[in-house]
């Protein structure tokens, strides 16, 4: 067995890796919460009464614009996913077959997972069957290993995750070490079942524990040509989707809640009395609810008594202007499009292009770090056929609110101008170019032979008339 598999490079790797990955980690599962709309505003120490008398209500309304923002680039851009095309036909049909009908699910995952977490990773192998299968994998079970030249190829990749003994239910924890050629397996048994969901990450485990802790289970050629796991970075930076937003999201919920608190805290009405004439609070409450009126007396001195309200102020309008520029620098922030109906109204393509200007300029740089990651996964797919793949063509489309009328107009007078191909792949209503083209040829020659046996008929029926002379129409008459 080659060295580099060896569990003591393995626990150096993670040693060397331990503080970036951490980190990874911890950011990584901060803007998970928030896109599943768990925000900061949700935790913390509750109000206490004695403390804050006036202040008793402590809501925590949390908006989900992290979770609105993610997903809506994921159904912008993988609505209709990337189509290829590698000069074959057969081989297109192939790739499509192989990739299935999870296909445009797992694009929707990876753009999910890389806004959240930077980057995501596809992890693709070939079943004892020799079929070829693809997924998903959580990035925070990933360690790559990449060169130290310009290309920054990826060397290696240490993949950690946990499973569950089917005979005593015991987690294991499992570290898998791919390279190019080989992939090692290394499992610890945990001495207890106490441990609930395997959602916690103890990739580090192996590195902190004695030698011998964790034993080597596997180790295997698997002749995949490269290291089968592919990485769809975010953007150019690396940065994931919260980072720009979140102080503000954490501002727009602290007002937001704030502003129920005021509204529940403003009914309770504090009454202040001077020289009440009556024995208790209790019977203070029942005069006023029976007889809509109080007793008060005279302090001896000649003063009177009173009751006096006393009620908490709402400034509304400030906040209503304060909710509304946060909510603008949110969607100026993320990149996004605001869903109020009114900023679209009765708008021309022109101006809903405009509305998704930004939308557009994250979407492109997403679009050209997952290009390069398609791009391997096609080629990965190539060798598993045999067919050597040289150039690829990849489709994008975008899904917007657009004007269709506007677009088959553009289509219709492009007509002559650029090829047939072009425009059935951006008119509005065909979602396969090719097959669109394969019906086009076949309603052609369906109208070809209809207009044959028009013609053939025709010319019998006539024919017959010219036989029959006279008496042929008469009897046709009849």
């Not at 609930?196 to 990450?201: F, N, P, R, V």
């Not at 007002?255 to 203070?284: A, P």
């Not at 021309?348 to 200007?357: C, F, I, P, R, V």
């Not at 083209?437 to 070809?448: A, I, P, T």
Request: with cysteine; net charge negative.
């Amino acid at each position: 067995m080659p060295q580099i598999m060896s569990i003591d490079i393995v626990k150096k790797l993670i040693k060397s890796c331990s503080v970036g990955h951490r980190r990874f980690i911890r950011e990584s599962k901060v803007a998970e919460r928030y896109y599943d709309n768990r925000n900061d505003i949700l935790y913390g120490a509750r109000k206490s009464r004695e403390n804050e008398p006036l202040r008793n209500a402590d809501n925590r309304i949390p908006r989900n614009f992290h979770g609105l923002l993610v997903n809506q680039k994921a159904a912008y851009m993988f609505s209709a996913p990337p189509l290829f095309d590698v000069g074959n036909e057969t081989v297109n049909k192939q790739i499509a077959d192989l990739l299935g009908d999870k296909y445009a699910k797992v694009c929707k995952d990876l753009c999910v997972k890389a806004s959240n977490c930077k980057v995501a990773w596809l992890h693709y192998w070939e079943d004892d069957d020799g079929n070829w299968k693809y997924g998903t994998i959580d990035p925070k079970q990933i360690i790559p290993v990449y060169s130290a030249d310009l290309d920054r190829q990826l060397d290696a990749v240490l993949r950690n995750y946990k499973t569950r003994d089917a005979a005593d239910g015991k987690v294991i924890y499992v570290w898998e070490y791919w390279t190019a050629e080989r992939c090692c397996v290394y499992k610890k048994k945990s001495s207890s079942i106490s441990e609930t969901g395997l959602e916690a990450y103890n990739i580090f485990e192996m590195a902190d524990s004695p030698d011998g802790s964790a034993q080597m289970v596997n180790d295997f050629e698997h002749a995949l040509g490269e290291v089968p796991f592919i990485p769809f970075y975010n953007n150019n930076i690396p940065a994931d989707d919260l980072v720009n937003v979140k102080p503000l999201i954490d501002a727009y919920d602290k007002v937001f809640s704030g502003f129920l608190n005021d509204l529940e805290d403003i009914q309770e009405i504090i009454f202040i009395l001077t020289n009440y004439g009556g024995e208790d609070l209790k019977t203070f409450v029942s005069d006023l609810k029976q007889y809509k009126a109080i007793k008060v007396e005279t302090d001896g001195t000649g003063g009177g008594g009173g009751v006096e309200a006393l009620t908490i102020s709402i400034p509304i309008e400030a906040r209503e202007k304060f909710l509304e520029i946060t909510r603008k620098a949110i969607f100026e922030q993320g990149m996004g499009v605001d869903p109020d109906p009114q900023k679209f109204g009765n708008t021309s393509g022109e101006a809903l292009k405009y509305l998704y200007s930004l939308l557009e300029l994250k979407a492109g740089l997403m679009e050209t770090e997952f290009k390069l990651g398609f791009g391997r996964l096609v080629r990965a797919i190539c060798r598993h056929l045999g067919f050597e793949c040289k150039q690829i063509t990849q489709t994008w489309t975008r899904t917007a609110i657009r004007s269709e009328s506007e677009l088959a107009d553009i289509a219709m007078k492009s007509v002559g101008i650029i090829s047939h191909k072009t425009i059935l792949k951006n008119h509005p209503w065909v979602e396969n170019a090719e097959e669109e083209e394969k019906q086009l040829k076949r309603e052609e020659e369906e109208d070809v032979q209809k207009v044959d046996i028009y013609q053939q008929a025709f010319k019998q029926g006539g024919q017959q008339e010219e036989k029959g002379g006279e008496g042929g129409w008469i009897n046709r008459l009849r």
